[in-house]
């Protein structure tokens, strides 16, 4: 089987990961309406522990797509999904702390008067959110239009339910219906679903412009892309082998190719504006671009991060700041060193674009 046909199954199967992602953030959600309706204290309480897993399956999806990035020169359609599924499951995860979020704000109000004013606007924002993120993850996995429109209008009907929450709100203090902590726990709470509603339409968003925009990098892009890539899979390499094994000499050439791996962050950056003002690029391009480096940034610093705490817990004495200042002054040589290689190694192609 070729590269390419394997390449396209992991792919797919990328796609059923963010899908399974989807699901299990739409089962937690389910359980905490169902949990609210019926006063179901035992089941709610459950819906605390699921973080940990979306947890996982973020970083398991997060790692695939870095895999994926780095095994081979990818073509735009492919960098479309890898980074569109990025982030995708970032929202997906941040409804699942909502949902954690709400759990605990219930818990602490104790029952809620299900025939109350406040109450039924709350739990009709909750059915309608429901709504949306099935609809938005089916409209990112399976490219459904039909899905996509349906997130727009339960998106409008969450705004005003939510806009209808806060004049409730003003009206029950005005009246003081409901004690203060009753008041803001119940804003916080709609608050939480309408931000489940937006990021329900970012990944819409995100399936929308996969879908509509037919877009690819040049060769030369591509290859530069390829450079930063390559040393990303290195950085992370590096680092975990400096975790795993405790090697604090692998943990020192760390830092100095992250700040290479900087470097190549603002070169590219650069690089895309000058083909903008040469009429070689497009700004839909550059969102694409942009969502890539920040995603490869945050991989970077992380594993700045964890060289680090390597390093510290090797030296009991060790001075984080002190270092970091050797580092930035010049004045640390394996630092400088270890550096030039990695500037040399990952040198991105000479530009033949005129600075204008």
């Known amino acids: ?22 699901e299990h953030a739409e089962i937690s959600y389910d359980h905490m309406l169902y949990g609210i309706r019926e006063n179901k204290e035992d089941i709610l309480k459950t819906l605390l522990d699921t973080d940990h897993k979306m947890v996982d399956m973020q970083r398991s999806i997060e790692a695939m797509c870095l895999s994926l990035l780095t095994r081979q020169q990818p073509v735009a359609r492919d960098m479309r999904l890898v980074s569109a599924a990025l982030k995708v499951v970032t929202d997906i995860e941040r409804i699942g702390d909502h949902v954690a979020d709400m759990v605990e704000l219930y818990l602490r109000m104790g029952n809620m008067n299900s025939e109350g004013k406040q109450e039924k606007l709350l739990l009709e924002m909750m059915e309608e959110a429901k709504d949306m993120i099935h609809n ?9 239009e039909a899905n996509a429109q349906k997130v727009v209008e339960h998106d409008d009907v969450v705004d005003d339910l939510f806009n209808d929450m806060k004049k409730e709100m003003m009206q029950a203090i005005r009246e003081q219906n409901l004690d203060a902590d009753r008041v803001v726990d119940y804003l916080m709470m709609a608050k939480y679903l309408e931000k489940v509603g937006d990021h ?4 819409l968003g995100v399936a929308k412009e996969m879908d509509d925009k037919k877009l690819s990098f040049s ?10 890539s390559d040393a990303i899979k290195e950085i992370v390499t590096k680092t975990m082998n400096s975790f795993e094994n405790s090697d604090v000499t692998t943990a020192h050439m760390v830092e100095p190719l992250e700040e290479v791996i900087d470097e190549l962050k603002a070169e590219l950056k650069i690089r895309h504006i000058r083909r903008l003002r040469e009429g070689r690029c497009t700004i839909e391009l550059g969102f694409i671009l942009q969502d890539l ?33 050797e580092i ?21 192609p000479k530009s033949n674009i005129k600075v204008t």
């Open 1 to 22: 089987m070729s590269p390419r046909v394997l390449f396209e199954q992991d792919l797919e199967t990328l796609k059923n990961k963010v899908s399974e992602m989807g």
């Open 136 to 144: 938005s993850v089916e409209a990112f996995v399976e490219g459904d």
């Open 200 to 203: 329900a339409v970012n990944i």
């Open 219 to 228: 060769d030369k892009a591509q290859e530069e892309i390829g450079i930063l």
């Open 293 to 325: 480096i920040t995603n490869y940034e945050r991989i970077s610093d992380h594993c700045s991060n964890i060289a680090v705490c390597v390093i510290e817990i090797d030296k009991t004495a060790f001075d984080t700041h002190e270092y970091l200042h």
């Open 328 to 348: 930035k002054t010049g004045s640390n040589s394996d630092f400088v060193k270890y550096f030039q290689e990695y500037e040399n190694k990952y040198a991105l």
